[in-house]
């Protein structure tokens, strides 16, 4: 996107920060930077988007917090980030009063339908008014590329790519009386709702996690990675700073390559840098076909039937289906807004598969939850794992074994659901096998303290089981998997891809 008629230099220019409030590699700031006029770096708090569907308070209140830290930074160098929340067109609207020409320069966003149409919207709008509107792509996604023949070679370049170093102390900011009042009035303010437990945004922090990450933490990443509890200081912790763009990846990308040349952790950093590349492989896919977000990515699924059971849908959000590790999953996320890979897809296997119920449920039950909601990864990430591709392994996550293998103690599991603190390994896992007498002894009373399962886990595996099979196997299904990895995947990839 992008359009310009004009032929005269503008009075200034905006950067107009997305889910990408930061200084440092930042190609839109660079743009603007060359082209040597006033600046206003402008974030604006959208409430249609942060009230839609998928966005949730703890999102605005890290998104503030990266905000402040941009702020701070800037005003300690005598510079200006505003913040204002307002619908986009309003602001601009506004700047066109002011009788100045002014461009617009932002990175591409690859959002949800509703930030894609407000895009589509205001490029006929800047059209209309005859403004610049420079969009400048996101990392190492392109827009409307056919297939992923060349993906790696790409990414792989502009991941070694030096990155820019701005210096703001020259930069001249673009300051207006009557802006500065409009502005004042619809400051973005501090989110001070309850958000749970949760990481802090911002830069700063982005930072402190990768430092800690690089020096201590990435010695344990590969034995922590699959487990609920391990996982949560074994692994970087860096996804809510890429999702929200206060740390590009490319920054964390040359990071690791620099730290991990003298690290006797190597295969640990090969690890975390492959999940970098995965990370803009899966949001190129949802550049690709975001369609996804409404319909499955296989169109061959779209008559499916699902059970929509609002008692066992209620009880998979609140953690309260019976079966531990499932609940304990479900009740950490809600209250820290991070769970691990394999947990998460055994949540929306459990959903999906054992339930029945609709991904797209899913998706917006856990985008809020998720403190690093990120589109482009969350929407096929939800698909591949509700098995609605036709074309990846199909896996459905046994909540039991899941818990025998990497909970093994019950620790996480007794952490979050306390009523079953005396409940030892292997009844831990499975409480709905205690006696009368047991439960006395082990001071639980099921039905009471602790649900008993809503469904039972055998039946509904071999059920679903013959489902996702039955469906594999279909005409529609199968003809639509060849487009799928055309368009989808990389050349030659084998089947499995988690
Ligand atoms: C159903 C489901 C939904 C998901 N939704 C999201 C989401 O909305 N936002 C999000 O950032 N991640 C999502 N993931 C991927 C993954 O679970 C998280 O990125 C990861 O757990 C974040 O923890 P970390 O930063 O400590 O990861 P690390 O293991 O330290 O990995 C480093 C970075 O690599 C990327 N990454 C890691 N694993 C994957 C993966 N499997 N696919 C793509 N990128 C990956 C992330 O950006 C992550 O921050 C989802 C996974 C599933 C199964």
């Not at 990846?249 to 006797?264: C, D, F, G, T």
């Not at 598969?353 to 589109?375: G, I, T």
Request: proline share 4%; with cysteine; net charge positive.
């Amino acid at each position: 996107m992008g359009c310009y008629y004009g032929v005269k230099s503008p009075d200034f220019i905006v950067v107009w920060f997305k889910r990408d409030i930061r200084l440092t590699d930042h190609a839109a700031i660079s743009w603007a930077i060359k082209q040597g006029v006033p600046v206003l770096f402008l974030y604006i708090h959208e409430p249609s988007v942060f009230k839609s569907v998928h966005y949730s308070v703890r999102h605005e209140r890290f998104v503030w917090e990266g905000v402040k830290d941009v702020q701070d930074y800037l005003e300690g160098i005598g510079g200006r980030f505003y913040a204002v929340e307002s619908e986009v067109i309003d602001v601009f609207n506004y700047l066109c009063t002011l009788n100045q020409l002014y461009w617009v320069v932002s990175l591409e966003e690859i959002g949800v339908e509703i930030t894609y149409a407000r895009d589509r919207m205001l490029n006929d709008w800047f059209a209309d008014k005859e403004l610049l509107w420079a969009e400048i792509p996101y990392s190492g996604i392109r827009r409307g590329l056919k297939n992923r023949k060349d993906f790696n070679t790409y990414w792989y370049g502009y991941m070694s790519q030096i990155i820019e170093n701005h210096s703001f102390d020259k930069l001249s900011w673009w300051l207006n009386e009557d802006w500065d009042n409009w502005a004042q009035q619809r400051l973005f303010k501090e989110v001070n709702r309850e958000v749970g437990i949760v990481q802090s945004g911002g830069y700063k922090n982005a930072q402190r996690y990768l430092n800690s990450f690089f020096q201590r933490r990435i010695a344990r990443y590969m034995q922590s990675i699959s487990k609920p509890e391990l996982a949560r200081v074994g692994c970087s912790r860096l996804s809510a700073y890429l999702a929200w763009g206060h740390i590009s990846l490319r920054e964390v990308y040359q990071w690791q390559a620099i730290e991990s040349k003298n690290s006797p952790w190597k295969r640990n950093f090969t690890q975390f840098a492959s999940r970098l590349r995965w990370r803009e492989h899966f949001i190129q896919k949802f550049e690709s076909q975001c369609s996804m977000e409404f319909l499955p990515i296989n169109s061959g699924y779209r008559n499916w039937q699902f059970n929509n059971n609002e008692l066992h849908i209620t009880a998979w959000k609140e953690g309260r289906t019976g079966v531990p590790l499932v609940d304990a999953c479900m009740r950490s996320l809600v209250t820290t807004g991070y769970l691990n890979f394999r947990m998460r897809a055994m949540l929306v296997s459990f959903f999906t598969h054992y339930l029945n119920e609709s991904w797209e449920v899913a998706a917006e039950h856990l985008s809020k939850q998720f403190l690093d909601f990120e589109p482009g990864i969350h929407f096929p990430q939800i698909q591949m794992q509700a098995g609605f591709t036709g074309t990846n392994t199909l896996r459905i996550y046994n909540p039991t074994k899941q818990a025998e293998d990497h909970d093994p103690e019950g620790f996480f599991i007794k952490h979050w659901i306390p009523a079953l603190a005396h409940v030892p390994v292997p009844k831990l896992f499975e409480p709905w096998t205690l006696t009368q007498a047991e439960q006395i002894w082990y001071n639980v009373q099921l039905g009471l303290d602790y649900p008993l399962p809503i469904i039972d886990l055998k039946t509904s595996y071999t059920e679903a089981k013959d489902r996702l099979w039955g469906w594999r196997k279909k005409k529609e299904v199968q003809e639509d998997s060849g487009r799928v990895l055309e368009r989808l995947s990389l050349p030659k990839r084998k089947r499995k891809e988690i």
